[in-house]
C-alpha cells in the first residue's frame, strides 16, 4: 500500500502518524516544505521518498509537482491530519485518483459556513451564524442574530482573531482587530461548558471515540494569559449529557458522510443541557489531545489510525480505562525559565497518576503563549475517577509555576 503523508514532520503529532503507517505496512511518501535533512531521523528513516515542495499552500503547483513526482506508480490513500492541508489532500486524491475525501467532501470541513449550512440542512443544532466579508455585513449580522455574538476567521485555527462580543461597541473593536481576515462568521455566542467528540472511523464506521472536557473554554484561556489550561479525556460518555454530545457526534459525521481517518468536533452543552454544535475537523486534534486518549485508554492510536486508514480496522483493545487530564503550563514572568515551584509537592501526593510531564527545561526563554496551545510544556494525570482527575489537574494548573525572569 502507497501512502502520500503531507507534511509527515510538522506538527508535532505528524511524525507518530507517520511511523504509525509505516509500522502497518504502508509504503509512505512524504510532501513537505522543509528539506529532507531537516526531518527527524525517525521520521525519515520510515519515509520510502519524500518531495519537497516550495509552499504547500499553493495548491495547484503541489498538485502538478506530485503528479509529475509519482508517475506511474499507484497510490493508494493520501493523507493529511493537519488542519490548512485538508483540502489539499483532497485534492490531489482527485488528481491521483486515489480514494478517500473528495474536495467538495473536504470543504465543509475546512468553511465554518458551508459546514454549519449542510448541518442545518440535516437538522442539527448549530449556533445561529452568518458569513460577513465587509464591516457592514457584520454590523448588519450583528442585528439579524443578536448579541451575545462572536467574532471568527471563516478558516480559524486556534482560536485566533476570535473575540466574544457583548455590544456594538465591543463590535465595532472586533472590526479594527480582525481587519486583515478576509472572511468571518457572525455567531450566536453559546453559553456553557465546551468538549470535544473526537473519532477514528473507517468507511463511515466509527471505529473509536472520545469526548475530551476543556476547562476552561479554549477561548478563555487564549484571552487570559494567566490560565493553565485543561482538557480531559472521559473515560465515561455514557453519561446523560455527554451521551447528548455524543449523538450529536454521530449525526455531524453522518450529515458530512466522513467516511475514513481521524475527525475532531468541539461542541457546547447550556446550562440547560442543550449540546450545540461547535466545529469540526476532518483530522485529528493537536495540542497532544491524542496522546491524552492513548493515555486514557492505554493504546497507540498513532498506529490506530494508520491501521484503520489502511486496513479498515482498528484492532487494539481501546476501551477507556481512565479519565486522562492534560495540563498546558504557561510560565510566569518573562525571559528565561528559572525555577519550577510546587512540582515536588503535587508528586508526592500524586507521583503514580502523573504519566507525563515535558517542560520548558531551566535556563530556556519561554515560550509565547499566544504561539501555542501546550505553552510551557504539558504534564498528564489520569485516574479511573473523573473527581480524583480534575482534583490533580486542579492542583497542577494552579499551585504548580514555571517561573521566568
Ligand atoms: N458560537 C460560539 N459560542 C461560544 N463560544 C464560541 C463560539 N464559537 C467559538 N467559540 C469559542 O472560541 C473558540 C475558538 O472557536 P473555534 O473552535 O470555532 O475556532 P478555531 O480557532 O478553529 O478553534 P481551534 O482552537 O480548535 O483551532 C472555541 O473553542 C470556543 O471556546
Ligand atoms: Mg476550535
Known amino acids: 500500500m502507497n501512502v502520500i503523508m503531507i507534511s509527515p514532520g510538522f506538527p508535532a503529532e505528524m511524525p507518530h502518524f507517520t511511523r504509525g503507517l509505516a509500522r502497518v505496512g504502508a509504503r509512505v511518501f512524504g510532501v513537505g516544505e522543509s528539506p529532507v535533512g531537516a526531518l527527524e531521523e525517525d521520521v525519515r528513516s520510515v519515509?520510502?521518498?519524500?518531495?519537497?515542495?516550495?509552499?504547500?499552500?499553493?495548491?495547484?503547483?503541489?498538485?502538478?509537482?506530485?503528479?509529475?513526482?509519482?508517475?506511474?506508480?499507484?497510490?493508494?490513500?493520501?493523507?493529511?491530519?493537519?488542519?490548512?492541508?485538508?483540502?489539499?489532500?483532497?485534492?490531489?486524491?482527485?488528481?491521483?485518483?486515489?480514494?478517500?475525501?473528495?474536495?467538495?467532501?473536504?470543504?465543509?470541513?475546512?468553511?465554518?459556513?458551508?459546514?454549519?449550512?449542510?448541518?442545518?440542512?440535516?437538522?442539527?443544532?448549530?449556533?445561529?451564524?452568518?458569513?460577513?466579508?465587509?464591516?457592514?455585513?457584520?454590523?448588519?449580522?450583528?442585528?439579524?442574530?443578536?448579541?451575545?455574538?462572536?467574532?471568527?476567521?471563516?478558516?480559524?485555527?486556534?482560536?485566533?482573531?476570535?473575540?466574544?462580543?457583548?455590544?456594538?461597541?465591543?463590535?465595532?473593536?472586533?472590526?479594527?482587530?480582525?481587519?486583515?481576515?478576509?472572511?468571518?462568521?457572525?455567531?450566536?455566542?453559546?453559553?456553557?461548558?465546551?468538549?470535544?467528540?473526537?473519532?477514528?472511523?473507517?468507511n463511515g464506521d466509527v471505529l473509536f471515540h472520545n469526548?475530551?472536557?476543556?476547562?476552561?473554554?479554549?477561548?478563555?484561556?487564549?484571552?487570559?494569559?494567566?490560565?493553565?489550561?485543561?482538557?480531559?479525556?472521559?473515560?465515561?460518555?455514557?453519561?446523560?449529557?455527554?451521551?447528548?454530545?455524543?449523538?450529536?457526534?454521530?449525526?455531524?459525521?453522518?450529515?458530512?458522510?466522513?467516511?475514513?481517518?481521524?475527525?475532531?468536533?468541539?461542541w457546547f452543552l447550556t446550562p440547560k443541557g442543550e449540546a450545540v454544535f461547535g466545529e469540526i475537523g476532518a483530522r485529528a486534534p493537536g495540542a497532544r489531545l491524542v496522546h491524552v486518549m492513548n493515555y486514557s485508554a492505554d493504546v497507540d492510536l498513532f498506529t490506530g489510525w494508520a491501521e484503520a486508514v489502511c486496513h479498515g480496522r482498528l484492532s487494539q483493545d481501546t476501551r477507556k480505562r481512565y479519565n486522562a487530564a492534560v495540563v498546558f503550563m504557561r510560565a510566569q514572568g518573562q525571559g528565561t525559565v528559572r525555577s519550577y515551584r510546587g512540582l515536588e509537592q503535587i508528586l508526592s501526593h500524586y507521583g503514580e497518576h502523573i504519566v507525563n510531564i515535558e517542560l520548558t527545561p531551566i535556563g530556556a526563554p519561554r515560550r509565547d503563549w499566544k504561539k501555542s496551545v501546550v505553552g510551557d510544556g504539558w504534564v498528564v494525570a489520569r485516574h479511573p475517577d473523573l473527581e480524583v482527575t480534575s482534583e490533580i489537574a486542579n492542583r497542577l494548573a494552579t499551585d504548580f509555576q514555571i517561573l521566568a525572569s
Not at 509537482?65 to 493523507?79: L, M, N, P, S, Y
Request: aromatic content about 8%.
Open 47 to 202: 519515509l520510502s521518498g519524500y518531495l519537497q515542495v516550495k509552499s504547500l499552500w499553493d495548491e495547484q503547483s503541489v498538485v502538478q509537482e506530485v503528479e509529475r513526482w509519482v508517475q506511474g506508480h499507484g497510490i493508494d490513500r493520501v493523507e493529511c491530519l493537519w488542519e490548512p492541508g485538508v483540502v489539499l489532500a483532497a485534492r490531489l486524491r482527485e488528481a491521483l485518483g486515489a480514494p478517500g475525501m473528495t474536495v467538495a467532501q473536504a470543504i465543509p470541513f475546512r468553511d465554518k459556513e458551508s459546514m454549519k449550512q449542510v448541518l442545518d440542512r440535516a437538522g442539527v443544532r448549530t449556533p445561529r451564524h452568518a458569513r460577513a466579508s465587509t464591516s457592514e455585513q457584520c454590523r448588519q449580522a450583528a442585528e439579524e442574530i443578536g448579541y451575545p455574538l462572536i467574532i471568527k476567521p471563516i478558516a480559524g485555527a486556534g482560536s485566533a482573531d476570535t473575540y466574544p462580543l457583548h455590544d456594538e461597541s465591543d463590535l465595532e473593536q472586533a472590526l479594527e482587530l480582525t481587519k486583515h481576515v478576509p472572511e468571518v462568521s457572525v455567531e450566536e455566542f453559546i453559553e456553557g461548558e465546551e468538549f470535544t467528540f473526537d473519532t477514528v472511523c473507517s
Open 211 to 266: 469526548v475530551a472536557w476543556y476547562r476552561p473554554k479554549p477561548l478563555v484561556a487564549r484571552l487570559n494569559a494567566w490560565v493553565n489550561s485543561q482538557a480531559i479525556a472521559l473515560r465515561d460518555t455514557d453519561v446523560p449529557d455527554i451521551k447528548k454530545g455524543k449523538q450529536l457526534g454521530f449525526d455531524v459525521l453522518r450529515a458530512l458522510e466522513f467516511e475514513t481517518g481521524f475527525t475532531h468536533m468541539e
